[in-house]
């Protein structure tokens, strides 16, 4: 199952797009340097007041569908 690390630092003030409704995305660079569209729902677990930080890392198939986003610290 291929998988890529992401490094995500994305302050609460960021978010309010996505509160208000005008966002449902974020572009996301891995460690790799490969790109990623990610759906803000796969990271509402991890929403603080501060935003989300952290890294994670994001298993897909092989003709790319999402299988699971796992927090690694």
Same mark, same amino acid.
């Given at each position: 199952? =291929?998988? *890529? &690390?992401?490094?995500? +630092?994305?302050p @609460?003030?960021?978010?309010? /797009? +996505?509160?208000? #409704?005008? @966002?449902?995305? !974020? *572009?996301v660079?891995?460690?790799? %340097?490969?790109? &990623?569209?990610? =759906? &803000?729902?796969?990271?509402?677990?991890? +929403?603080?007041?501060e %935003? !989300?930080? #952290?890294?994670?890392?994001?298993d897909?198939?092989?003709? %790319?569908?999402?299988? #699971? *986003?796992t927090? *690694? /610290?």
């Amino acid at each position: 199952m =291929p998988s *890529l &690390v992401l490094d995500i +630092v994305l302050p @609460a003030h960021r978010l309010t /797009a +996505v509160y208000q #409704g005008r @966002a449902n995305r !974020i *572009l996301v660079t891995s460690r790799e %340097g490969r790109s &990623v569209s990610l =759906p &803000v729902h796969h990271l509402r677990p991890y +929403v603080t007041r501060e %935003g !989300i930080r #952290g890294s994670f890392r994001l298993d897909f198939s092989e003709d %790319g569908h999402l299988l #699971g *986003l796992t927090r *690694l /610290a």
